[in-house]
Nanobody, 125 residues
């Protein structure tokens, strides 16, 4: 079992940057495909980015492509989401999720079994 914990959210101005971190205890995260999702009030969770467990291939939602980068640091047992050129529409609660079964990651909620509690990202002047 893996229990993801997100951190790094906060308030940033449009055009600014944040780096979100996903940590886990007990099990190395490199055993898992890891996805980042976001959710606004009253909306479903949207896949943002993911990184595979097999070959560390990545995928991104069109809305963040070219601005966000997902990566692993296995020595620290963490997965990061570097968010650059942030826009007000990026304001959401961001969730880290982990999956052991799917080695090639996807941006679908059903693929993931283990979820963090979320971290708030607010992009505003």
């Amino acid at each position: 079992q893996v229990q993801p914990v997100e951190s790094g959210g906060g308030l940033v101005q449009p055009g600014g940057s944040l780096r979100l971190s996903c940590a886990a205890s007990g099990v190395p995260l490199n055993y898992y495909a890891v996805g980042w999702f976001r959710q606004a009030p009253g909306m479903g969770r949207e896949g943002v980015s993911c990184i595979s467990s097999s070959n560390n291939s990545t995928d991104y939602a069109d809305s963040v492509k070219g601005r966000f980068t997902i990566s692993r640091d296995n020595a620290k047992n963490m997965v990061y989401l570097q968010m650059n050129n942030l826009k007000p529409e990026d304001t959401d609660v961001y969730y880290c999720a982990a999956d052991e079964m799917f080695r090639i990651c996807g941006l679908f909620v059903y693929e993931y079994d283990y979820w963090g509690q979320g971290t708030q990202v607010t992009v505003s002047s």
